[in-house]
Protein backbone atom coordinates (compact mmCIF):
# COMPACT_ATOMS: atom_id res chain seq x y z
CA UNK A 1 0.00 0.00 0.00
CA UNK A 2 2.83 2.52 1.20
CA UNK A 3 4.64 1.89 -2.20
CA UNK A 4 2.05 2.03 -4.66
CA UNK A 5 1.05 5.66 -3.23
CA UNK A 6 4.90 6.89 -3.82
CA UNK A 7 5.08 5.91 -7.16
CA UNK A 8 2.15 8.32 -8.78
CA UNK A 9 3.76 11.07 -6.73
CA UNK A 10 7.04 10.66 -8.25
CA UNK A 11 5.74 10.34 -11.87
CA UNK A 12 4.26 13.34 -10.83
CA UNK A 13 7.24 15.27 -9.82
CA UNK A 14 9.48 13.92 -13.05
CA UNK A 15 6.82 15.11 -15.15
CA UNK A 16 6.86 18.98 -13.61
CA UNK A 17 10.36 18.64 -14.03
CA UNK A 18 10.53 17.72 -17.63
CA UNK A 19 7.91 20.15 -18.35
CA UNK A 20 10.26 22.93 -17.24
CA UNK A 21 13.36 22.18 -18.48
CA UNK A 22 12.72 19.29 -21.44
CA UNK A 23 11.74 20.43 -25.00
CA UNK A 24 8.56 21.67 -24.30
CA UNK A 25 9.80 24.28 -21.55
CA UNK A 26 8.67 27.73 -21.95
CA UNK A 27 10.88 30.28 -23.98
CA UNK A 28 13.05 32.72 -22.02
CA UNK A 29 13.73 36.17 -23.10
CA UNK A 30 17.25 37.13 -21.97
CA UNK A 31 17.13 41.51 -22.06
CA UNK A 32 20.22 44.00 -21.03
CA UNK A 33 18.98 45.88 -18.09
CA UNK A 34 19.21 49.87 -18.57
CA UNK A 35 19.21 52.46 -15.74
CA UNK A 36 16.09 55.04 -15.96
CA UNK A 37 17.99 58.26 -16.46
CA UNK A 38 19.52 56.35 -19.74
CA UNK A 39 15.90 55.83 -21.14
CA UNK A 40 14.94 59.43 -20.42
CA UNK A 41 18.10 60.71 -21.80
CA UNK A 42 17.47 59.15 -24.79
CA UNK A 43 13.50 60.11 -24.89
CA UNK A 44 14.42 64.17 -24.85
CA UNK A 45 17.12 63.11 -27.36
CA UNK A 46 14.81 61.80 -29.59
CA UNK A 47 12.31 64.53 -28.83
CA UNK A 48 14.43 67.48 -29.68
CA UNK A 49 15.42 65.92 -33.08
CA UNK A 50 11.77 65.38 -33.35
CA UNK A 51 11.20 69.30 -33.54
CA UNK A 52 14.31 70.38 -34.86
CA UNK A 53 13.53 68.26 -38.06
CA UNK A 54 9.70 69.78 -37.61
CA UNK A 55 10.78 73.18 -37.26
CA UNK A 56 13.22 72.79 -40.34
CA UNK A 57 10.50 71.18 -42.30
CA UNK A 58 8.00 74.03 -41.51
CA UNK A 59 10.68 76.72 -42.16
CA UNK A 60 11.55 74.85 -45.42
CA UNK A 61 7.87 74.93 -46.75
CA UNK A 62 7.71 78.44 -46.11
CA UNK A 63 10.21 79.23 -48.02
CA UNK A 64 9.37 76.73 -50.84
CA UNK A 65 5.63 78.59 -51.11
CA UNK A 66 7.22 81.98 -51.68
CA UNK A 67 7.23 83.54 -47.44
CA UNK A 68 10.66 84.74 -45.90
CA UNK A 69 10.75 85.87 -42.30
CA UNK A 70 13.35 88.29 -43.61
CA UNK A 71 11.47 89.37 -45.58
CA UNK A 72 8.60 89.51 -43.66
CA UNK A 73 10.35 91.70 -40.59
CA UNK A 74 11.88 94.17 -42.63
CA UNK A 75 8.59 95.12 -44.39
CA UNK A 76 7.18 95.04 -41.10
CA UNK A 77 10.06 97.49 -39.81
CA UNK A 78 9.12 99.46 -42.91
CA UNK A 79 5.18 99.96 -42.13
CA UNK A 80 6.29 100.55 -38.19
CA UNK A 81 7.94 103.76 -39.87
CA UNK A 82 5.50 104.81 -41.79
CA UNK A 83 3.09 104.61 -38.99
CA UNK A 84 5.44 106.84 -36.94
CA UNK A 85 5.96 108.98 -39.76
CA UNK A 86 2.04 108.93 -40.46
CA UNK A 87 1.09 109.73 -36.27
CA UNK A 88 3.68 112.94 -36.38
CA UNK A 89 2.26 114.44 -39.39
CA UNK A 90 -1.80 114.29 -37.89
CA UNK A 91 -0.14 115.55 -34.78
CA UNK A 92 1.26 118.19 -36.87
CA UNK A 93 -2.11 118.66 -38.99
CA UNK A 94 -4.06 119.04 -35.86
CA UNK A 95 -1.38 121.50 -34.46
CA UNK A 96 -1.89 123.58 -37.75
CA UNK A 97 -5.83 123.22 -37.39
CA UNK A 98 -6.02 124.42 -33.73
CA UNK A 99 -4.16 127.09 -34.48
CA UNK A 100 -6.36 127.85 -37.64
CA UNK A 101 -9.57 127.35 -35.82
CA UNK A 102 -8.77 129.94 -33.05
CA UNK A 103 -7.53 132.75 -35.15
CA UNK A 104 -10.60 132.24 -36.98
CA UNK A 105 -12.69 132.05 -34.15
CA UNK A 106 -10.39 135.18 -33.52
CA UNK A 107 -11.71 136.73 -36.43
CA UNK A 108 -15.29 136.13 -36.51
CA UNK A 109 -15.23 137.60 -32.59
CA UNK A 110 -13.66 140.93 -33.85
CA UNK A 111 -15.67 140.43 -37.20
CA UNK A 112 -18.92 140.55 -34.73
CA UNK A 113 -17.60 143.34 -32.56
CA UNK A 114 -17.40 145.42 -35.73
CA UNK A 115 -20.61 144.62 -36.87
CA UNK A 116 -22.11 145.65 -33.47
CA UNK A 117 -20.09 148.61 -33.41
CA UNK A 118 -20.90 149.77 -37.08
CA UNK A 119 -24.95 149.10 -36.24
CA UNK A 120 -25.17 150.78 -32.79
CA UNK A 121 -23.18 153.57 -34.75
CA UNK A 122 -26.07 153.31 -37.71
CA UNK A 123 -28.63 153.53 -35.27
CA UNK A 124 -27.33 156.37 -33.41
CA UNK A 125 -26.62 158.85 -36.47
CA UNK A 126 -30.14 157.89 -37.69
CA UNK A 127 -31.18 159.18 -34.47
CA UNK A 128 -29.16 162.29 -34.74
CA UNK A 129 -30.70 162.75 -38.21
CA UNK A 130 -34.21 162.20 -36.93
CA UNK A 131 -33.11 164.72 -33.87
CA UNK A 132 -31.88 167.06 -36.47
CA UNK A 133 -35.20 166.81 -38.35
CA UNK A 134 -37.33 167.64 -35.50
CA UNK A 135 -35.24 170.48 -34.53
CA UNK A 136 -35.33 172.03 -37.74
CA UNK A 137 -39.07 171.74 -38.27
CA UNK A 138 -39.71 172.79 -34.43
CA UNK A 139 -37.32 175.59 -35.04
CA UNK A 140 -39.75 176.53 -38.33
CA UNK A 141 -43.38 175.62 -36.85
CA UNK A 142 -45.88 177.99 -35.53
CA UNK A 143 -46.12 178.56 -32.18
CA UNK A 144 -45.34 180.65 -28.63
CA UNK A 145 -41.96 181.98 -28.79
CA UNK A 146 -40.29 179.77 -26.30
CA UNK A 147 -42.76 177.25 -25.75
CA UNK A 148 -41.82 173.73 -25.12
CA UNK A 149 -42.69 170.36 -27.38
CA UNK A 150 -41.92 166.54 -26.13
CA UNK A 151 -41.72 164.69 -29.57
CA UNK A 152 -41.65 160.84 -29.99
CA UNK A 153 -42.06 159.77 -26.52
CA UNK A 154 -41.72 155.63 -26.80
CA UNK A 155 -42.27 153.14 -23.57
CA UNK A 156 -41.52 150.01 -23.79
CA UNK A 157 -40.47 146.75 -21.68
CA UNK A 158 -36.70 146.54 -20.29
CA UNK A 159 -37.19 143.79 -18.47
CA UNK A 160 -39.89 142.05 -16.05
CA UNK A 161 -41.99 144.79 -14.07
CA UNK A 162 -39.49 147.48 -15.25
CA UNK A 163 -39.66 150.12 -18.26
CA UNK A 164 -37.64 152.30 -20.44
CA UNK A 165 -38.82 155.53 -21.73
CA UNK A 166 -37.27 157.87 -24.70
CA UNK A 167 -38.51 161.35 -26.20
CA UNK A 168 -36.95 164.37 -27.57
CA UNK A 169 -37.82 168.03 -25.69
CA UNK A 170 -37.31 170.69 -27.52
CA UNK A 171 -38.20 174.94 -27.28
CA UNK A 172 -39.65 176.24 -30.01
CA UNK A 173 -38.79 180.05 -31.88
CA UNK A 174 -35.17 180.79 -33.16
CA UNK A 175 -33.71 182.91 -30.42
CA UNK A 176 -30.22 182.03 -29.42
CA UNK A 177 -30.71 182.47 -25.54
CA UNK A 178 -33.33 180.33 -25.02
CA UNK A 179 -33.40 177.54 -22.01
CA UNK A 180 -35.74 175.54 -19.77
CA UNK A 181 -34.42 174.74 -16.48
CA UNK A 182 -37.17 173.13 -14.80
CA UNK A 183 -37.42 168.92 -14.16
CA UNK A 184 -38.92 165.58 -15.90
CA UNK A 185 -42.05 164.49 -14.23
CA UNK A 186 -44.05 160.72 -15.08
CA UNK A 187 -47.43 160.11 -13.86
CA UNK A 188 -48.26 156.52 -14.49
CA UNK A 189 -51.92 154.70 -14.80
CA UNK A 190 -51.29 151.60 -13.17
CA UNK A 191 -54.14 148.49 -13.34
CA UNK A 192 -53.28 146.83 -9.42
CA UNK A 193 -56.04 144.51 -7.75
CA UNK A 194 -58.64 145.00 -10.10
CA UNK A 195 -58.29 148.79 -9.66
CA UNK A 196 -56.76 151.66 -11.46
CA UNK A 197 -53.65 153.46 -9.40
CA UNK A 198 -51.81 156.28 -10.04
CA UNK A 199 -48.02 156.41 -9.45
CA UNK A 200 -45.93 159.57 -9.91
CA UNK A 201 -42.12 159.96 -10.26
CA UNK A 202 -40.52 161.61 -8.58
CA UNK A 203 -42.35 160.33 -5.41
CA UNK A 204 -40.88 162.54 -2.88
CA UNK A 205 -37.78 165.18 -2.87
CA UNK A 206 -34.02 164.26 -2.24
CA UNK A 207 -31.47 162.74 -4.13
CA UNK A 208 -33.79 160.43 -6.17
CA UNK A 209 -36.00 163.96 -6.76
CA UNK A 210 -33.05 165.76 -7.95
CA UNK A 211 -32.46 162.93 -10.76
CA UNK A 212 -35.17 163.90 -12.79
CA UNK A 213 -33.98 167.70 -13.42
CA UNK A 214 -33.73 168.95 -16.41
CA UNK A 215 -31.62 171.45 -18.16
CA UNK A 216 -31.03 172.24 -22.03
CA UNK A 217 -30.84 174.64 -24.73
CA UNK A 218 -32.58 173.98 -27.72
CA UNK A 219 -33.33 170.51 -27.51
CA UNK A 220 -32.53 167.36 -25.92
CA UNK A 221 -33.02 163.78 -26.25
CA UNK A 222 -33.99 162.18 -23.12
CA UNK A 223 -34.29 158.55 -21.99
CA UNK A 224 -34.41 156.54 -18.35
CA UNK A 225 -36.09 153.54 -16.99
CA UNK A 226 -38.46 153.06 -14.16
CA UNK A 227 -40.56 150.13 -12.16
CA UNK A 228 -43.50 149.27 -11.20
CA UNK A 229 -45.19 147.32 -8.50
CA UNK A 230 -44.88 143.48 -9.31
CA UNK A 231 -48.23 141.90 -10.10
CA UNK A 232 -48.99 146.03 -11.59
CA UNK A 233 -49.69 146.42 -15.42
CA UNK A 234 -49.20 149.45 -16.82
CA UNK A 235 -51.51 151.38 -18.58
CA UNK A 236 -50.09 154.80 -19.86
CA UNK A 237 -47.54 157.11 -18.85
CA UNK A 238 -47.82 161.29 -18.96
CA UNK A 239 -44.69 162.75 -19.14
CA UNK A 240 -44.11 166.24 -17.55
CA UNK A 241 -42.06 169.46 -17.90
CA UNK A 242 -42.11 171.50 -15.19
CA UNK A 243 -41.30 174.85 -14.60
CA UNK A 244 -40.90 176.73 -11.13
CA UNK A 245 -44.11 174.07 -10.69
CA UNK A 246 -45.86 174.55 -13.39
CA UNK A 247 -46.70 172.22 -16.06
CA UNK A 248 -45.47 173.66 -19.04
CA UNK A 249 -45.55 170.43 -21.09
CA UNK A 250 -47.08 167.04 -21.19
CA UNK A 251 -47.60 164.09 -23.62
CA UNK A 252 -48.88 160.85 -22.79
CA UNK A 253 -48.12 157.53 -24.39
CA UNK A 254 -50.58 154.51 -24.42
CA UNK A 255 -49.34 151.03 -23.80
Do not use: C
Request: glycine share 8%.
Amino acid sequence: MRRTFAHPRLALILRRWRGRFGISAPRVAVRTHLPWYWRALAAVVVLGFSLALAGWIYEAGRRFSGFDRSEADQELTGLREKSASLEQEVVRLRALADAGESKLQIELTTQQQLTRQAKALEEENSRLKEDLSVFENLAQAEGPEGSLSINRLRVETDMVDQYRYRMLVAIQGGKKDREFNGSLQLAMTLQQDGKNVMMVLPAAEGAAARSFDLRFKHFRRIEGTFKIPVGARLKSVEVRLLQDGVVKAAKTAII
